[in-house]
């Protein structure tokens, strides 16, 4: 069985490789992320687009569309007497609460 102090070092060991790949992955990166920028700028140049056709303004790069904050959710029960719906997120309505209290189950209310 390795002693603390063997392991501690073995440990140290694995740092440090852990360290020089981490740099060698970083470099790797910024090489190709190079090369993928003058492919596009070769590209963009061979069919005459420009960062305006893009969207974008110099210098500044360009956000993909934000969407829906707010994404909306599939209801998942339903009042059969009004059609009002709950997705069961957040408080249950006070239709589905007073329809359980009367001895209802949520099963009957399923979408």
Do not use: C
């Not at 904050?69 to 009042?79: E, G, L, N, Q, S």
């Not at 059609?83 to 979408?111: C, H, I, N, Y």
């Amino acid at each position: 069985m390795a002693t603390y102090q063997e392991l501690m070092a073995q440990k140290a060991a694995l740092d440090e490789q852990t360290a020089q790949l981490e740099k060698q992955i970083a470099e790797t990166l910024r090489a190709e992320r190079t090369g993928v920028i003058n492919q596009i700028k070769t590209l963009m140049a061979d069919h005459g687009v420009t960062l305006a056709d893009l969207g974008a303004k110099a210098g500044k790069p360009v956000k993909a569309p934000a969407g829906d904050v707010t994404r909306k959710v599939a209801p998942k029960y339903r009042d059969p007497n009004t059609g009002e719906t709950w997705s069961g997120r957040g408080l249950k309505p006070k239709w589905l609460s007073a329809a359980l209290e009367t001895g209802r189950t949520l099963d009957e209310f399923a979408v």
